[in-house]
């Protein structure tokens, strides 16, 4: 996904739609969005109780959160974020910090975003009070995006987490591929993060932003569709966790198992309810 593409999916995900938009030049929404991505960023940070403002000198975890100061800032405007520095994270400390704090924010900003789709439902219930289908889809859509935000700070969490043991990383040990290739554990788990990550980048976020700026039972059902999706994943990261990583586990990584199954079953049930509106 190029820098554009991220700019313009998040971004239709924040920026005013309807009546809230009118009179308004597109460049002008624009600003108004990367304002607030730019406030709920700092704030997710900052939730997080990741202090940027006092890293240690010198050293590897000096190193990790100093790319993660400047992958922070640069995801304030997303069209500043090069997608090679996602792709080269292993080459040194410093890009390994741009990596989760990039992605940090964009998990910050979606589970906000979530919070917006059910804003605009709620408006919908709200302008026809005795419709009673909408109240059934307005309702939907907050316990979906309650839901899915649970699975993103869970997400959020672990990137939290990877950032503050990579000095540690071999510890964790390591296996054995195609004969004669090693592969850390902690690369193995970052890998499973950054596919939950890819479902949201490429799929949930432009389903999220539709959802959120033309709802309807249909836009609903498929952001709920993509969201079991989304957890699906995550469940399968955390389940690996559970399973095969005890030393993580020892170190204060949690798995989440029955919070995602929890969040998956809600999610299931919700698309089982869409798909019977007529």
Do not use: C
Not at 75 to 102: M, N, Q, R, Y
Not at 130 to 151: E, G, H, I, P
Not at 181 to 186: A, K, N, P, T, Y
Request: hydrophobic residues 40%.
């Amino acid at each position: 996904m190029a820098a554009g593409e991220i700019e313009e999916e998040f971004f239709q995900l924040f920026r005013e739609s309807g009546e809230d938009a009118s009179g308004k030049s597109e460049e002008e929404l624009l600003e108004e969005a990367k304002e607030k991505t730019g406030d709920a960023i700092d704030k997710g940070f900052e939730n997080l109780g990741i202090d940027l403002d006092n890293i240690p000198p010198g050293g590897e975890q000096g190193e990790v959160e100093q790319g993660m100061k400047e992958g922070k800032e640069a995801t304030k405007d997303l069209s500043k974020v090069d997608p090679k520095e996602t792709v080269d994270k292993w080459a040194k400390p410093k890009a390994f910090g741009k990596w989760v704090a990039i992605e940090l924010a964009k998990g910050i900003l979606f589970g906000v975003g979530t919070i917006l789709v059910t804003e605009a439902w709620d408006a919908i219930k709200k302008a026809n009070s005795n419709d009673a289908t909408n109240k059934v889809l307005a309702d939907a859509a907050n316990k979906s995006s309650a839901a899915v935000k649970t699975v993103s700070d869970i997400v959020d969490e672990w990137h939290a987490w990877l950032s503050a043991h990579y000095v540690d990383r071999k510890k964790y040990g390591s296996i054995t591929v195609q004969g004669n290739v090693e592969i850390l554990r902690f690369e193995i788990f970052q890998v499973t993060v950054s596919d939950v990550d890819t479902e949201r980048d490429e799929t949930l976020i432009g389903v999220a932003a539709t959802a959120k700026n033309s709802p309807s039972k249909d836009t609903l059902l498929a952001l709920v569709k993509e969201e079991v999706v989304y957890t699906q994943l995550a469940l399968k990261a955390g389940t690996d966790v559970r399973d095969n990583e005890p030393l993580m586990v020892k170190d204060g990584l949690l798995d989440h198992v029955d919070d995602l199954n929890t969040a998956l079953r809600t999610l299931q049930a919700i698309v089982q309810g869409l798909s019977g509106i007529k």
